[in-house]
Nanobody
Framework: QVQLVESGGGSVQAGGSLRLSCAAS????????MGWFPQAPGKEREGLSC????????KIANSIEGRVSISRASAKNMVYLQMNNLKPEDTSIYYC????????????????????WGQGTQVTVSS
């Protein structure tokens, strides 16, 4: 079992930045991936970014590339999502998730692949 706790959300004005954190605990397989998935009200959960635990490879959705980066602190079992130049359309609940087991070279930003989920952290961007 894997437990995930997100933090770092909040309310910012357009153009601002936020860094979301995801703390993971419990046991994963040696091969795993972690990702971030926003869900806006009335919309489906989207794939934003992922990181492959055993290779360090990352992936960012084309729609937001250039404004977002994903990183980790392995020793702390933490994954971070840095978001810059935020826009009102970025307003969502941001969920952290783990796909375990996963032994591919590079992760897939597909929420249906991920089997452990946090409770989410709200990000609100005002114009």
């Amino acid at each position: 079992q894997v437990q995930l706790v997100e933090s770092g959300g909040g309310s910012v004005q357009a153009g601002g930045s936020l860094r979301l954190s995801c703390a993971a605990s419990g046991r994963t397989s040696r091969g795993y991936a972690m990702g971030w998935f926003p869900q806006a009200p009335g919309k489906e959960r989207e794939g934003l970014s992922c990181l492959t635990g055993h290779t360090g490879l990352t992936k960012i959705a084309n729609s937001i590339e250039g404004r977002v980066s994903i990183s980790r602190a392995s020793a702390k079992n933490m994954v971070y999502l840095q978001m810059n130049n935020l826009k009102p359309e970025d307003t969502s609940i941001y969920y952290c998730a783990v796909e375990s087991p996963f032994y591919g070279a590079g992760c897939y930003i597909d929420p249906q692949r991920f089997n452990y989920w946090g409770q989410g952290t709200q990000v609100t961007v005002s114009s």
